[in-house]
């Protein structure tokens, strides 16, 4: 018999110590929790407000990473964001404040904004981060929530990384992580191969891809190809709601940037449609099981997300061990299902 | 005004110096002239077969490396295809028997058989190989024919690199070059990302790609979706003449390793169909001219023909300096176009 795990009970205040005991315990009262790992960032805010949306989901912990933009406007962003819907009780701890190794590059205010959510100012909350560095509260929360617990990561994996090197348990204490990240079939976008969660800190991403652990990979080939276009962003603004108008009006830049992309104005929806697949809301039309590993040399492949699709011509056998199910079709167009949500929001 | 460049005649035995001079000389008589840089190989056979076929087409060398066979096997098959045409003009000369470092893994017998050309005997003819090696005959005959000379390369590119180093101004002095090799947006076939051709002389493959001449580069994403059938093989072995007869014979255990990859005989077109798009026979649908290097690294990405194809969405722009030529997707089936150059030759 595989030992239990004894943990602090839900809402503690201390980080507990991981017990191995023979002592079967009662799993936390939360029905499904789900801890977010995020940048926030545009495409962040529609994710988390698509995960505050839903009855599915019990968001217990948000954590924050240097990426679109630092850790801590991530955390300011994030909480402002809840304030705007009143869920003050879900706990941001800010994580990671650069990659790995090397220097945070300062984020893409080209892309987000100065201010990671497109330079719109969010009314300013009284929320502040708890003081629980991401990873560690990732930790504790897999404690708590042992065998329960659903990771959302849509920014680079630094946090998470960090989380396995705490307690290398971490992956038999998760029920699953579905991660925005990669690209299979489609080239990247911060290099010819690299997208930029796992780019932007390929170290994190190397280590997170290899432990064992079921990832759900949401990439490029499925977040590129479903788009909002200016007719989602006129129904956000015209909702009369203050989640849906922000989320609105602080898309308005991400659609400027997509102009190179898309030759119109419109946005890729990475994060978002990472957060529903996570809470099991999108059918999935093609959706391997392979094996992922990440090109963390320095040479021109750095970053990329290297998929064993090679058996696309014929159904792709099975391959043994293989733990990541890379999402390459979705049954239908995301958007619709997206609007919805947030106009609930 | 930028120098001419002086050669010898077409058909003089020696190797010319280049010599840079302000006088203008007129071209070599051939017209068409074509060069073959091949591991013959089943599918290398069909291209040679193809080119042997053409009208358009005047075969003035063959050069033969160390791929699918030994470079010795690739120049013996490449002899005795010639000889059952009555085609001994040609002239075959043995290039590199591995790759720039590292051993010659011995080929695939269980793709292309022991033989090279699916353990089919052919009538032994007693041609020989010229003594001049491949990368020689290649920078002789790229002087001869001076802005005219094309090369059609299908297997590892050592020899063309071999010739680059030789002459740096080949560049110049070819016309252009046709290479089957890499994959763009699908997986290789050799590792997650390389394709054999480029990944088994990484290292020759980064510097072919490098140099700055129009490379048109037919990755896998079209040789393995353009497939000949039992219904064209059958076709092959009713035609009467030698040369169908012959190829057909060798698909057989082509047709047996493919199995795996299409759950049914049948077989890619590699090398024909980079042969055919250099002849000029078959329209490309989608084709950018983009940036290439390969990943000549130790990473998990060596051998990659990483390809800049981050337009997709959006037309392609035009990227500064870019001189490759990625084949994406035909017009047409290629199959149906081959066949019936096949049953000619």
Chains 1, 2 share one sequence.
Request: aromatic share 6%; hydrophobic share 45%.
């Amino acid at each position: 018999m595989a030992p239990a795990v004894a943990y602090a009970p839900a809402g503690s205040s201390f980080i507990p110590e991981l017990i191995l005991t023979d002592t079967t315990v009662s799993p936390a009262t939360v029905a499904n929790p789900y801890f977010l790992d995020c940048d926030t960032g545009i495409d962040d805010s529609l994710a988390l407000a698509y995960l505050l949306a839903s009855e599915k989901v019990n968001l217990v912990g948000i954590g924050t990473v240097a990426g679109n933009t630092s850790a801590e406007q991530g955390a300011r962003n994030s909480l402002d964001l809840l304030a705007l819907v009143g869920r003050s009780e879900v706990p941001v701890a800010v994580g990671a404040t650069g990659p790995q190794s090397g220097e945070f590059d300062g984020g893409v205010p080209h892309i987000h904004g100065d201010n990671g959510v497109g330079n719109v100012e969010l009314p300013v909350s009284s929320l502040r981060p708890v003081a629980e560095p991401a990873a560690e509260m990732l930790v504790r929360l897999a404690h708590e929530y042992a065998g329960e617990l659903r990771i959302v990561a849509i920014g680079p994996l630094t946090n998470i990384a960090a989380a396995l090197r705490l307690e290398p348990r971490l992956p038999r204490l998760v029920k699953e992580l579905t991660l925005m990240g990669g690209a299979a079939m489609v080239p990247g976008n911060i290099s010819e191969v690299a997208e930029a969660n796992v780019g932007n800190d390929a170290d994190a991403a190397s280590e997170v891809f290899a432990a064992d652990w079921f990832i759900t990979m949401v990439p490029l080939d499925v977040t590129l190809t479903n788009t909002f276009e200016e007719s989602d962003r006129d129904a956000l603004l015209a909702s009369g709601r203050p989640m849906p108008q922000t989320l609105g009006r602080i898309l308005d830049l991400y659609y400027d940037f997509y102009i190179a992309t898309y030759g119109r104005r419109a946005c890729a929806l990475h994060d978002p449609l990472a957060a529903a697949i996570a809470v099991g809301d999108i059918p999935l039309r093609v959706a391997p099981v392979v094996n992922v590993m990440v090109d963390a040399t320095d040479g021109p492949g750095r970053g990329q997300t290297i998929c064993d699709l090679r058996g696309y011509l014929n159904g792709y056998p099975q391959q043994p061990g293989a733990h990541c199910r890379v999402v390459l079709e979705l049954e239908e167009n995301f958007a619709p299902t997206l609007l919805a949500q947030l106009l609930r929001a």
